[in-house]
């Protein structure tokens, strides 16, 4: 099927924390719905079947509850009422967003998922009310080809939203299309862990997701479109991702991801908004990994020198590293009970620094979740503290098989090469208790690559 997203640079209102009105509210939004319209009617001339835009495009972002109030529009939640915005405009009051979103996808016969902010009032006797009588939601909405509200979704992981409730359930959210069946969604944070995301995947057995997102890059592990390639790859999936362009913020990165491709747009320099519009097959069957070139365990060889154990921060956790000296070699590093291996060969020794490091443990900034993590990295120089930094280009080419006894089967491989570009691994897969992944040669230098564990139990 043929695919869309767009990568759009949303225009901001300067004072997001003033209150304004509703008609000033929905001038501000018009403005950006009038691009996703010109973008709407560009895809659908190519042949798009559904087109996904970002998380905040509409009404942008930095509100309080009481600033956002007037961008909201009200959505009903209830599974039983079906309703087209486009074609039944008078049924509920503050719904002009919805109504434009919803004529887009008629007039254009296109599947549309956007992100916008929506209200629904609660009683006094609901315990989860809010004291001001509403809820207030970061919501997905997905509209069919005629236009129709097919399925609403509430993000359920908030990145520091602090004008929006968390939905007193986790939604899982589906919706049907003829050209590749059933989609799910969720939303930017929600990624990284278990609820909704991951359960609605296995519950479902998915194969296509919509993931609207404002994403804020971290090198080297939470780079945008690194890590949406490895939650395609680790699920065996589709993903149509669109993230918000704000260089300035560090937001950039957009896809359309299957497990053996990727079609991205990463632009830190360039401003104005990006359409990526692929046509990608419909997943049926699953892509198996082949365990064939699995590297027999390190082996012990006499009273060799073994390479200095350093620590470094590294995206705010404390990593043990040992650097990655020489043309070639074999090495370990352990943390708690986790134990990574690499071996590794390089044609030509360049004046770059590589480590390997290791973390088992909780993060905690920006979030609390449990990481397990194996990850061969480029430092940011040649000194040991620089191992961690965030790092853009290199120019190493490097052979390896990495892998670790993971306790958790929520392994995402990482694999990003110079210039914030993507690569894919030769094999991956588990062997005897370890998840390894293996590369003969990189397309361009390497940057990062990473077995990033999830253990969401102990989150």
Not at 25 to 30: D, P, Q, R, T, V
Not at 171 to 179: A, E, H, I, N, Q
């Amino acid at each position: 099927y043929v695919a869309a997203v767009y990568e759009h640079e949303s225009i901001l209102n300067p004072n997001p924390t003033a209150l304004v009105d509703r008609q000033s509210a929905l001038e501000l939004m018009g403005r950006n719905l009038d691009i996703y319209e010109q973008q709407v009617v560009a895809a659908a001339r190519q042949g798009a079947q559904i087109i996904v835009f970002p998380e905040d495009g509409i009404h942008g972002f930095n509100f309080t509850r009481s600033s956002i109030y007037p961008y909201l529009d009200f959505v009903l939640y209830s599974h039983s009422v079906k309703w087209n915005p486009c074609r039944e405009p008078y049924l509920f009051n503050d719904t002009e967003v919805l109504q434009r979103l919803s004529c887009m996808a008629l007039k254009n016969k296109i599947f549309l998922v956007a992100n916008l902010g929506t209200k629904q009032p609660c009683e006094h006797t609901d315990p989860h009310c809010p004291s001001d009588g509403r809820y207030q939601f970061n919501t997905n909405v997905a509209f069919n080809d005629d236009g129709a509200l097919v399925a609403t979704y509430r993000k359920h992981n908030l990145y520091f939203e602090y004008a929006f409730d968390t939905p007193p359930e986790p939604d899982y959210k589906l919706f049907d299309t003829p050209f590749a069946g059933k989609f799910g969604m969720f939303t930017c944070f929600d990624i990284l862990f278990f609820e909704p995301a991951v359960n609605l995947i296995r519950q479902y057995n998915l194969k296509q997701v919509v993931y609207p997102t404002a994403w804020m890059n971290q090198l080297p592990l939470l780079s945008a479109v690194e890590f949406q390639q490895a939650f395609a790859t680790a699920f065996n999936i589709n993903i149509l991702a669109a993230n918000i362009h704000h260089p300035a913020l560090g937001m950039t990165g957009s896809g359309i991801y299957t497990p053996v491709k990727s079609f991205i747009y990463h632009n830190m320099e360039g401003y104005g908004g990006k359409l990526i519009v692929a046509e990608i097959p419909v997943i049926t069957t699953d892509y198996k990994t082949s365990l064939e070139k699995m590297p027999g365990r390190v082996s012990e060889k006499g009273n060799e020198q073994l390479p200095p154990l350093f620590y470094a921060e590294m995206m705010y956790d404390n990593f043990t590293f040992v650097p990655v000296w020489g043309a070639k070699g074999e090495l370990q590093v352990c943390a708690n009970t986790l134990c990574c291996y690499l071996n590794y060969r390089r044609a030509v020794l360049t004046d770059e620094l590589y480590a390997l490091g290791v973390f088992d443990g909780l993060h905690t900034v920006h979030g609390t979740y449990y990481v397990q993590a194996c990850a061969l990295v480029k430092c940011g120089g040649l000194s040991f503290s620089t191992c961690g930094q965030e790092v853009t280009d290199a120019t190493a080419l490097i052979d390896f098989q990495l892998w670790g006894n993971m306790s958790t089967p929520y392994i995402f491989p990482l694999l990003l090469t110079s210039g914030i570009t993507l690569d894919f691994a030769d094999h991956m897969g588990w062997k005897n208790n370890h998840y390894f992944i293996s590369k003969n040669r990189t397309s361009s230098g390497l940057l990062t690559a990473a077995l990033y564990g999830r253990w969401y139990e102990k989150d």
